[in-house]
């Protein structure tokens, strides 16, 4: 699978199962379930194609 180029009629909706995935985690932070799910993550993040302090690489 890859990127569309963005002019397609559905690129700004959710598919069912993203809007069901979505709506469990927001489902689960509501009920106290889960806690800092949306806070940003200050540290290195591994797989985001940026070397960041502490690593040697990083392959995306």
């Known amino acids: 699978a890859s ?4 002019d397609r009629p559905n690129n700004s909706r959710f598919s069912t199962c993203s809007v069901g995935n979505i709506t469990a985690v ?15 993550n200050a540290g290195a993040f591994c797989g985001n194609k940026i070397v960041e302090v502490g690593e040697e690489c990083d392959c995306g």
């Open 3 to 6: 990127a569309t180029s963005g």
């Open 26 to 40: 927001l489902d689960a932070v509501r009920d106290g379930r889960k806690r800092d799910c949306l806070k940003e």
